[in-house]
């Protein structure tokens, strides 16, 4: 509870109170590594000389693939070489872990870091791992999705956002995207539908929506915003 209402103060940018709910957690549980990892990324943020201290403590805790992961994130931002350090540990933790139990969770927790380290064949192959292992884990189908579409593989990606789709049927950004691969293939009634569905998700994205239509096959649409809003309105 009390690293989880850290993490909270943290994201909400109020460090002095993160750094003292850190170092109470770390009091009730010192040989948890959760509050070591973050009590590191805090100090890391403000510079503090204790820092160094802490990172030696780190050493004993080589497996958190978790702990390393966030340290990556935290440091991304400011000390790109460091977080690569983080994640590289990270991926070594992950690949263990997967190695005597593999999961889907940490499959996918695996292509996280491998995309921050810029290893798209490690990304993808991780990503296919979770998805075979657990069918419904929408996370792991949407990043893959997203890869496929950069790709250029509409029918994959397309594949893909519908498993994410039937896994979580009100995940917005999967109908969103799933309607622009099909569009992108020329399937524009297909992308109609699709992007009704992400309208009636989320109804303050029809501007997205008109924006994203703007093409030679559905220009008439753009042109005539009421049109494409009745249109989505009778498919929803």
Same mark, same amino acid.
């Given at each position: 509870m009390l690293l989880r209402r850290a993490e909270e103060a943290r994201r909400a940018g109020q460090a002095d109170a993160a750094?003292?709910?850190?170092?109470?957690?770390?009091?009730?549980?010192?040989?948890?590594?959760?509050?070591?990892?973050?009590?590191?990324?805090?100090?890391?943020?403000?510079?503090?000389?204790?820092?160094?201290?802490?990172?030696?403590?780190?050493e004993r805790f080589a497996d958190y693939g978790p702990g390393w992961e966030m340290l990556g994130h935290g440091l991304e931002p400011v000390h790109q070489a460091a977080a690569r350090i983080a994640f590289e540990r990270a991926a070594t933790a992950y690949a263990a872990a997967e190695a005597a139990a593999p999961t889907a969770e940490l499959a996918y927790r695996t292509g996280i870091v491998q995309r921050h380290l810029s290893n798209p064949a490690g990304v993808l192959s991780a990503l296919e791992r979770a998805t075979a292992l657990d069918p419904t884990h929408a996370a792991a189908w949407f990043?893959?999705?997203?890869?496929?579409?950069?790709?250029?593989?509409?029918?994959?990606?397309?594949?893909?956002?519908?498993?994410?789709?039937?896994?979580?049927? *009100?995940?917005?950004?999967?109908?969103?995207n799933l309607a622009v691969v099909l569009q992108e293939a020329g399937d524009v009634e297909a992308a109609l539908d699709q992007y009704a569905l992400a309208w009636r998700l989320r109804p303050g994205s029809f501007g997205r929506i008109?924006?994203?239509?703007?093409?030679?096959?559905?220009?008439?649409?753009?042109?005539q915003p009421g049109a494409l809003m009745r *249109?989505?309105?009778a498919r929803a």
């Open positions: 750094l003292e709910l850190t170092r109470r957690a770390g009091a009730i549980a010192p040989e948890q590594p959760g509050p070591i990892f973050l009590l590191c990324l805090l100090l890391l943020e403000r510079r503090d000389p204790e820092t160094n201290a802490v990172l030696v403590r780190l990043l893959l999705g997203l890869l496929r579409q950069d790709a250029h593989d509409l029918t994959g990606a397309a594949q893909a956002f519908r498993s994410v789709i039937a896994a979580r049927p *009100d995940h917005h950004e999967a109908a969103f008109a924006q994203a239509l703007v093409s030679p096959a559905v220009g008439r649409l753009w042109l *249109d989505l309105a």
